[in-house]
């Protein structure tokens, strides 16, 4: 079992940054996959980027590319998403996930991941 604790979401103005962090319990954080996904209201929850367990593969979703990077710490046991040039359509509900199979890829559909965090809301206003 995995368990994630999101933070570092806030209210930021248009072309702002934050950075959001996921802390993962256990000894097994560098075995996995991660993910970040968001929700905003009244929409699905949508792929947003992934590492790959060595963290030498990452994935992005096409309206981040060029503006967010994830990256990971496996030695503190976490995984980061730096955001830039955040518009107000990036507001949402930002998800981190964990995948169970340990050595797996960078995937991008969120039913590829086992072990989610209760999420850090990030509002961007214009």
């Known amino acids: 079992q995995v368990q994630l604790v999101e933070s570092g979401g806030g209210l930021v103005q248009a072309g702002g940054s934050l950075r959001l962090s996921c802390a993962a319990s256990?000894?097994?954080?560098?075995?996995?996959?991660m993910g970040w996904f968001r929700q905003a209201p009244g929409k699905e929850r949508e792929f947003v980027a992934a590492?790959?367990?060595?963290?030498?593969?990452?994935n992005y979703a096409d309206p981040v590319k060029g503006r967010f990077t994830i990256s990971r710490d496996n030695a503190k046991n976490t995984v980061y998403l730096q955001m830039n040039s955040l518009k107000p359509e990036d507001t949402a509900v930002y998800y981190c996930?964990?995948?169970?199979?340990?050595?797996?890829?960078?995937?991008?559909?969120?039913?590829?991941?086992?072990?989610w965090g209760q999420g850090t809301q990030v509002t961007v206003s214009s």
């Open positions: 590492i790959k367990w060595s963290g030498s593969r990452t």
């Open positions: 256990g000894r097994t954080f560098s075995r996995h996959a």
């Open positions: 996930a964990a995948r169970s199979p340990y050595y797996s890829d960078a995937e991008t559909s969120p039913t590829e991941y086992d072990f």
